[in-house]
Each structure stands twice: as C-alpha cells, then as structure tokens.
C-alpha cells in the first residue's frame, strides 16, 4: 500500500510552526505495512491545495493530510477535496448538533463559521474528534483514501490512534511489529558485535541506533497478522536478553526517569535534585514520570554565584548532589552544575558536570563538553545525570 502525506497550512511553509506531525504519522506506517513515497507542505490556497491532493490521488493508495479543518476561510481541506471528487458538501444535522452543544456546554455561542465543521460529501464520512470541534474525513472512493486529520498534534494523535489505524490495519496484507530493547554503558559498536548472534535468525532484522540515552537495538518483524510478527520477535528477544542482562535500561517507550521511579518506588526510596544552570530541567524530567509522586523528594534551583557553588567542577557536582540528599532528606542526590555558552568562567563554555551521592555515602561524578549552544548543553546535562543517577541505583542493589 502506497502512502501519502499532505501538510496543509501556510504557517508552515512560513516557518512560523514546524511540521511535526508528519514525522509522527511517518513512524506509525511501517507499523501497519504501508509505505510512505511521498510528503508534501501546501500552503492555504484553494487550487494549490487541489492540484497537490490531485496529484497525490493519482499515484497513491492512501493520502494523509493534516489541518485545514478549522472553521476559517482559509481552511479549505474540505473544500479542496470536494473539488478533487467534484462532489458538493451538505451539512449533516447531526453533526451541527454536536458542535452547537460542544460550544453550548462552554457558555459561548457558536459562530456560524464553524458550521463547515459539519460539513460532508457523499465518498467522506466522520472521524471523531473529542479533543476539539473539528472532526476528521475519512474520504474514499475508487479504491482510494484519503485521510484527513486536525493539524493542531494532540487532536490529530488521538485520532490516528483510536479511529484511523485500527482502520487502516490490514489493509496492506501485512504489519510491521518492532521491539526495541535500550542498553545503557555499552559503544554502537561493541552493541552490534555483541547481538550479531541473533542477526542471522530467520524472518526478522535486527538494527543498532546510538540515542542521546544510550544504544537502542530495534527488532523488526514483517508477518500476515500481529500475532505471527510477534511470534518472530519473542526467541529474538529472549536472546538479546540473555546477552545484555543489565545493561538492557528499558523497552520500547521506557524512559530513564522512568525506570529510576519506578526501581526507587519499589525499594522505598527518594532522589532529590540541587542543579545550577540547568534552571530546574533535571527536576521537572524526574517530576514528570508516571510514578515519581512516591520517588521524587524535590529539587532546588540555586544561581552559580552562590558562594559555595561558584566552581564549575567535579567538586561542585559531588557538594551538590550531598547537599541535596541533605537538605531534602532524599537517599540519593544528585547536583549538576554547567559553563553554558556565553558564561565567563574558567571552563569551556558548554562543559558541565553532574554528580550522584548514593546511601551508602558514595558519591561519584561525570564531565562533559558540549559545542551545540546552551539548550543542546542542558539536554545532554540531564540526560547524563539520569544515566549516572541508573548506574548508581543498580550497583546500591
């Protein structure tokens, strides 16, 4: 099956938002067999918008689209495709009703403009839509489709999510099911020389890819069915395991603050974070895993002038992480401290330095350098933190 993605909008073409959600929808095809050929960006005129869905309709299976769906004059997916099909659009009573009590339920009367919203032709039906009051189409005719979704991310993610890929399942005759297994502590290299014994097994590949949060390898099985896929995958993986043990971190959308709430809310155990230059970012990843309400004691956010952290050093980073173990009553801490670009110091800017102290009064700490500007430095600074905070929570086993 041969797919398409149109992004609508000239704000994107105006580099006003980025288009990420063509990005996302090309992650989820593989997943149900169907191959992407082709993306494009139109802007929000009427016949360029109709020439491009043309020329998508002519070549693929599947067209996917993204905004244009909102109640201005300037949203002409709609428009666009009943122009394309020559077919004329009609409201559906059941559909305004819903957006007049949508927009009722919040005290405000619904513009007229909106009506559009509840707007058909013959060859499209509904997408529901629960997290706005513009609901997809789902166009088809002649063997074809065209899928058409918000362009604001969360809307259009519930709704590939719940309505369009249980749909489009199938329909290719085949799925693309991946597992993918994170390692931390281990070079690309030495990953891939350890997992070539599972390269060769039969109805699956098996690829390394280097992330900011270590090495990921991926599983992939093509099959008829999701079951059969996964059949492939189960002996692959169970090898892989075997080879790793711990230094697999986590799998598929694991992540490390992830897995450091859940191991520390299984042990009875607290980290708390005292970080200067990062502004608070390694408390709010660590605030941010699902069950860090049992885990995390807290963070402090202190300026680098501060007398007793004025140093950019290992030092520092270890004073740091043990005083916040102290001062937030946590079993383990952890301090960061950075010379970003444009600070005067005696570092290289972009250098910094993170450090965990442990319950068993260890304390050990980690430098880096980073050339890419002060947010790449304060990502990388984090996700270093994380990674030393694992490696000590382990070895407290």
Not at 18 to 40: C, E, K, M, R, Y
Not at 109 to 118: F, H, L
Not at 157 to 178: A, I, Y
């Amino acid at each position: 099956m041969k797919a398409e993605i149109v992004a609508i909008g000239t704000e994107i073409l105006l580099g006003e938002i980025v288009d990420t959600n063509s990005a996302w929808i090309a992650q989820q095809l593989p997943a149900l067999g169907i191959d992407l050929n082709h993306t494009s960006v139109v802007g929000d005129n009427l016949d360029r918008v109709t020439g491009t869905l043309r020329r998508a309709w002519e070549r693929s299976d599947l067209v996917i689209t993204t905004g244009g769906l909102g109640p201005t004059e300037d949203d002409l997916t709609r428009e666009s495709i009943a122009n394309l099909l020559d077919e004329e659009p009609h409201v559906v009573p059941e559909l305004e009703e819903r957006l007049r009590s949508f927009f009722s339920r919040r005290g405000i009367e619904m513009p007229e403009t909106n009506i559009k919203q509840a707007w058909l032709i013959p060859s499209a039906r509904v997408i529901d839509n629960p997290r706005g009051t513009a609901p997809g189409w789902w166009t088809e005719r002649d063997g074809r489709v065209i899928v058409s979704m918000p362009g604001v991310p969360p809307e259009m993610e519930r709704m590939w999510t719940h309505e369009v890929s249980p749909q489009l399942e199938g329909r290719s005759g085949s799925v693309l099911v991946t597992r993918t297994l994170k390692t931390a502590g281990l070079g690309e290299g030495t990953v891939d020389e350890m997992a070539r014994p599972v390269f060769d097994m039969p109805g699956i590949g098996v690829g390394t890819y280097a992330r900011a949060d270590g090495v990921h390898l991926r599983i992939g099985a093509k099959a008829a069915t999701r079951e059969e896929a996964q059949r492939l995958i189960e002996p692959v993986e169970r090898e892989l395991d075997a080879i790793f043990g711990n230094a697999i971190w986590g799998r598929d959308e694991d992540t490390l603050e992830g897995f450091i709430a859940r191991t520390l809310r299984e042990r009875g155990q607290t980290v708390g974070a005292l970080e200067t230059a990062t502004g608070g970012l390694l408390a709010s990843t660590l605030s941010d895993a699902p069950e860090a309400g049992g885990s995390f004691a807290g963070g402090l956010v202190s300026p680098r002038s501060a007398a007793e952290f004025a140093d950019v050093s290992a030092e520092t980073a270890e004073a740091m992480a043990g005083a916040a173990r102290e001062r937030l009553g946590s079993d383990y801490g952890v301090g960061i401290t950075a010379s970003l670009e444009g600070d005067a110091t005696v570092e290289q800017p972009g250098t910094f330095f993170v450090a965990v102290a442990s319950p068993s009064g260890g304390r050990r700490s980690m430098k880096m350098v980073m050339a890419q500007g002060r947010a790449a430095t304060k990502r990388r600074a984090i996700t270093t933190a994380l990674m030393l905070l694992r490696t000590s929570i382990l070895e407290e086993e």
